[in-house]
Antibody, heavy 119, light 106 residues
Framework: EVQLVESGGGLVQPGGSLRLSCAASGFTFSSYGMNWVRQAPGKGPEWVSYISSTSYTIYYAGSVKGRFTISRDNAKNSLYLQMNSLGAEDTAVYYC????????????WGQGTLVTVSS | LLMTQSPATLSVSPGERATLFCRASQTFSNNLAWYQQKPGQAPRLLIYGASTRATGIPARFSGSGSGTEFTLTISSLQSEDFAVYYCLQYNNWPFTFGGGTKVEIK
């Protein structure tokens, strides 16, 4: 069974940093591209970032480019999101999500971790 | 690519048919997905490739459309289908979601 478990969320002050992690199990992690998708309270989902299985291809949403960095460690079956210069607009539940094939929509999702940016 | 969903809210009685729309700001191939989301849960993939049901999705869910106009149809609403539905274009980076349609009990 595919399992994705996010961690690392919490309360952070504006301008601060946070690193999210996603632990994957139940599949061959190194074979799949991974995404981060976030959802602000009461809003729809917003795709944030993608990393290919080998880390060769990386994409970011314009709203986070230059502030967020996606990475992965295939030996540890883990996905990461380093978030810097956080603002109130970054407050959201952050989900990691696995694709099924290159260029496919995210199919398997974790339950999310809440990031709150507030003073 | 901007994705616009309509209506924002759809009131439907159980057993009735529901039709949800998703319009793209420019034409693209059929890299369009539909998701269902219930409160406190992650989105669940229903349809990809505009019309292909994901694994385990009941046949009452169907997708259609091409170009800029896409449709999700739920043929006979069950109690568990009342939720928010989002379309997602995955043709171009960045992927973009629509604003959602809430399907509520009439």
């Amino acid at each position: 069974e595919v399992q994705l478990v996010e961690s690392g969320g919490g309360l952070v002050q504006p301008g601060g940093s946070l690193r999210l992690s996603c632990a994957a199990s139940g599949f061959t992690f190194s074979s799949y591209g991974m995404n981060w998708v976030r959802q602000a309270p009461g809003k729809g989902p917003e795709w944030v970032s993608y990393i290919s299985s080998t880390s060769y291809t990386i994409y970011y949403a314009g709203s986070v480019k230059g502030r967020f960095t996606i990475s992965r460690d295939n030996a540890k079956n883990s996905l990461y999101l380093q978030m810097n210069s956080l603002g109130a607009e970054d407050t959201a539940v952050y989900y990691c999500a696995r694709d099924t094939a290159a260029g496919s929509p995210p199919e398997y999702w974790g339950q999310g971790t809440l990031v709150t940016v507030s003073s | 690519l901007l994705m616009t969903q309509s209506p924002a809210t759809l009131s439907v009685s159980p057993g009735e048919r529901a039709t949800l729309f998703c319009r793209a700001s420019q034409t693209f191939s059929n890299n369009l997905a539909w998701y269902q989301q219930k409160p406190g849960q992650a989105p669940r993939l229903l349809i990809y490739g505009a019309s292909t049901r994901a694994t385990g999705i009941p046949a009452r869910f169907s997708g259609s459309g091409s170009g800029t106009e896409f449709t999700l149809t739920i043929s006979s609403l069950q109690s568990e289908d009342f939720a928010v539905y989002y379309c997602l274009q995955y043709n171009n980076w960045p992927f973009t979601f629509g604003g959602g349609t809430k399907v509520e009990i009439k």
